[in-house]
């Protein structure tokens, strides 16, 4: 594991830009887990900017998204793929119908899930990039999710919701339920990028990076993974020991 620790949010967006950037500029047809949070914001912004100023094309790529709420409407600004559509896809060159997801409006929600994980599987997914919950969750797989756990349909826990609040028009509440991917369909990806910042990601990134590995810390996992860098601000890592400190730009 590569752990790449910086001085702010935008210098974390930068590095992980990069990494986004070699992947879509060299692998034959990019398949590109993409994650949601605040922690995207800021990389979804340089992609952004890279694409106007310097010509960074997706044109050759696919998105896949990790986790979706469920009892959204479709046009609910806060539904993940409308996010992911107003701050990364309109701005670039995606092509039409390059942004996959779970379809939260499916009859059939098991059904949905079986598809989206084979879609996944198929893809297959070259890097996925990962922010990480303030209780260890990765996508919306909340502590206790086993390790082996595929594309299903969760309940969010008062922790993720209280924390997402702040996304949610004052007087809507949080979905309680969620469809997303497993932690062993994000395992299955290539190559694992996973960001955070701020403090009180510390606790939960040290578990991550340096605990157990444990399906009560979802995003222990990683450590599972072959190819996994993490890109950290300064901040998010103070739990960890200095020696994984040391790599700071
Ligand atoms: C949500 C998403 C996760 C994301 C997490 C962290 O719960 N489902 O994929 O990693 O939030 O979000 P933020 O970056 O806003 O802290």
């Known amino acids: 594991m590569k752990v790449v620790v910086v001085e702010s949010a935008p210098a974390a967006a930068r590095v ?64 993940y793929r409308n996010v992911v559509h107003r701050l990364l896809a309109r701005h670039v060159d995606l092509g039409a119908g390059a942004v996959h997801g779970p379809d939260p409006h499916a009859a059939d929600l098991d059904a949905e899930c079986d598809r989206y994980e084979r879609e996944l599987l198929a893809a297959p997914i070259g890097l996925q990039l990962l922010g990480i919950g303030s209780n260890g969750h990765i996508a919306f797989n909340e502590p206790g999710s086993p390790l082996d756990s595929t594309t299903r349909v969760v309940a969010l826990s008062g922790q993720t919701r209280a924390g997402n609040a702040r ?27 996973m960001v955070a910042c701020g403090k009180h990601k510390a606790q939960a990134v040290a578990r991550a990076v340096e605990g157990p590995i444990t399906s009560e810390v979802p995003a222990s996992a990683i450590q599972l993974h072959p190819n996994v860098t993490v890109v950290l601000r300064a901040s998010a890592a103070v ?11």
């Open 16 to 79: 992980v830009a990069d990494l986004v950037e070699r992947f879509v500029t060299t692998a034959p047809r990019p398949a590109l887990g993409l994650a949601t949070g605040a922690t995207m914001a800021p990389v979804f912004a340089e992609l952004v900017r890279r694409h106007r100023e310097h010509g960074l094309s997706f044109a050759r790529a696919r998105a896949y998204l990790l986790d979706e709420y469920l009892g959204l409407d479709r046009e609910d600004p806060c539904a």
């Open 239 to 249: 739990g960890l020991s200095e020696s994984l400190r040391a790599d700071t730009q």
């Open 167 to 193: 996304f949610f028009p004052a007087g809507q509440a949080v979905p309680a339920r969620a469809i997303t991917q497993g932690i062993a369909t994000i395992r299955a990806a290539d190559q694992l990028v």
